[in-house]
Structure formats: C-alpha cells, structure tokens
C-alpha cells in the first residue's frame, strides 16, 4: 500500500449526507445465481476512496459521467488514514447499505474483504489482466479467484545522492546492506557530508513500520506469512532481515530520529540533505525533483532497487485496487465502470499528470513517460521483485501486532530474537488467508 503520512479528517456531515443520497439512487441490483452475482442494474452508483490528495480522480469521473449521463458516478472521499477507510468500508458492508458501490482497497485488504464475502467475485475475461505486471494481478486474487482489479500499484526504492557517491569514487548505488554501510562510510569522510546520516526509512509506529520490516525480513530471504497467511518469523534468515535494522539504529547507520519517521519525515530530511540513502515510494520523485527552492537535492540524486541481505533487496507491493460491494445496487454499470477506470487509457492519464506506478507493462516501457518519471524503469524491477504484505482474515490485528514487536526490537526493550519468536505466537492465533 502506499502509506503516506497525511492522517485521519473527518468526513463529517458532508460525506454522511453523500451515502445517503446514494443509497437511495440506482434501480435495481445484483442478483446471486448458483452463488455466484449476476452484475444486474444499471444506475447512477458511487466510487469510495481517501482523499484524492493529486486532483484526478474527480477528471477520471467526470470524463466517464460526460458519457453516462444517466449512470452517473458520485465521489465518495473518506479520511486520507488508511485504517480509518477500512473501517468505514467493513461498517458499511456489516450494514449491507447500498451505500458504496465500487470501493478502492488497499491491496494487502483484498483477502480480508473476499473471506467475509464484503465484495464480489469478478469476472476476470472482462479485464487486460494479461497485459499488466503479474505480481500486481495477484495482490486481487483470493483463492484462485479475481476479486479486485488493480488500478495502481506502489514499490519501495532506495534514493541516493548522485553528486556524493560519484565524488566518493563509488560507481553505482549498493546492492547489499553491507555496500550500502561502506558507501556510507566513504561519504561521510566528503566535507560536503558533514552532518549527514547513512539511511532512513519508515519507522515510527504505523503501517509503515510493517511495510519496512517486511522488507528486511523478506530480503534476508526470510518469510513474514506464507500464501496462506501462515508465519514464518521464528526462524534465522528472520532475525538477520529484524538484525539489519537494529544494529543500523545501535551504530548510527540510521540515526534516532527515524523512529519517528513517516513517508513524509524522511522525504524533507533527504530533501534537505541530511541522508545519504533513503527508503521511500514513487510519489517523492517528483517532489524531490522540484526546482523551486524545495529541495536541496534536486538533480543530484537518483533512485535504485533496494539493497538486501546477499543481493538486491524485495519491496512490499502497495497499491490500490478496485472491488465491487455486495450489497451494493446497479452491479452492471460498476463493472463497465471499473473496466474504464482500470484501462491503460485511463492510466496513461492519470500517470501524466500525477507520479504514480502503473499496472501495465507498456506503461512502464513508454520513452514519452520515462522522461517525465526517470524512475519507471527501477519501479518495474522494484515490483516484480516485490512480495505482498501479510495475506490474512484481519489484517489490521496482524498488522498492529507486527508494529508492536517490531518496535520493541528497535528501540531495544526486546532483543529482535525474542521479538520475532513473541510475534510467531500471535501471529499462529490469527486465522490464515485460506
């Protein structure tokens, strides 16, 4: 998922009196025919998402209600905090209102949502999913079956200074954490340097946390829960990933403020030249790139896959995907209307206007894109290599208890064996994803 760091606003009245209108529109509604929907109604419907933070989504909505006048879209924006648009997506469905039609998912929720039968099983024919990235297809899939459709995906990659590497006489960004430490180390003897940390990533107590454990685990070639949901944490490539972490805290590799970290903290600590490295998503690219006084680094830095253990690191895939409600009316036109929002057309648009990662492969291969976002190519590596978050029930207790553990190793009050073997015991409690 991408976790940014904007948190919970109310949606307030605004928002109640929304769902209302909705749920009184459309007329008629799916049916259910030997357990399976039938996609039945035509109608205006609704589509539920955070807050757009860029402005497009609203051009992607009118473009489709200037064609469907008489199948309208309403816009449904709920707090920009992760955890709160679950919550208001799974109240929603517990009540069976009609209320939310089409719904964008975190892609680590899509399990959760199926198991409880909150949204529909697709039909996969109706959908390019041969022409996008594989890894990203599955983050909708949920026992052998489609149940949500990608529309955007995310990756992790490691920003690094150009400028000081290349002084440094390094030629090419580290592959493995122990290049990235004595990268680091030849960096910071540059009086350009002075005062400068070796890496950062997400670490303060949140969903960024998990996302940046997982990866250390994951690219020591250790294992957070199996495709089944089922944990693997108590084992020694586990500890090594949790090892990395808390050791880079105890020498200074990654500096204490870090534990206080979100996306956005460690975007202006790199932007304002305090990092040599940085673990971070897409969207900071564009932001790092700005000329306008922002950004210290801009033009003297890139960004690269992330480092691991033994060789190039794996990213957790975030992203957003599109899934149906099953109590929602008018199901024939959501479909067409999931269709058109999934489109590489639709994408194209989006992505030229917004930093992002698509979910097809020719968007990442188009030279007209590459040159607006030089990352594309890295992404791509970053995304086939990347491994999806914990596949479970209740995601956001599994998650909760991830940051908990975690936390406690790197702040020192556990050692990470302990942690690790602390949270192998919870985790076996939760139900799996199959």
Known sequence: MKTRTTRALSAGAALAGLASVAACGGSGSGTVTGGKPSFEGRGPITYVAGKDTSGV???VLDRWNKLHPKEKVTFIQLPTDPDAQRQQMIQNAQTKSDAYTVLSLDAVWTSEFAAHRWVDRLPEDRFPLRQMLKPIVKTGEYRDGLYAVPMSSDGGMLYYRTDLLKK???????????EMKADCTKVKKLPEAKGMSCYAGQFQKYEGLTVNVAEAVNSAGGVVTDAKGRPHLDSPRARKGLDFLVDSFKDGTIPKDALTYLEEDGRRA???????FLRNWPYMYALASKKDGSSKVAGKFSAAPLPGLDGPGTSSLGGHNMALSASAENKATAIDFMKFFASQ???????SRAPGAPTYHALYNDPKL???????????KSVLRAVPRPRVFQYGDVTAAIQQEAFAALTGSKSSAQALKDLQKTLQQQPAAD
């Open 168 to 178: 440094a006489g390094i030629a090419r960004p580290p592959v493995t954490w122990a």
């Open 345 to 351: 057309e639709i994408q194209r648009f989006t992505l």
């Open 270 to 276: 790199f932007q304002s030249g305090k990092l040599v």
């Open 57 to 59: 989504i609203q051009h």
């Open 370 to 380: 590459i040159k607006q976002y030089p990352y594309l190519p890295t992404l791509k």
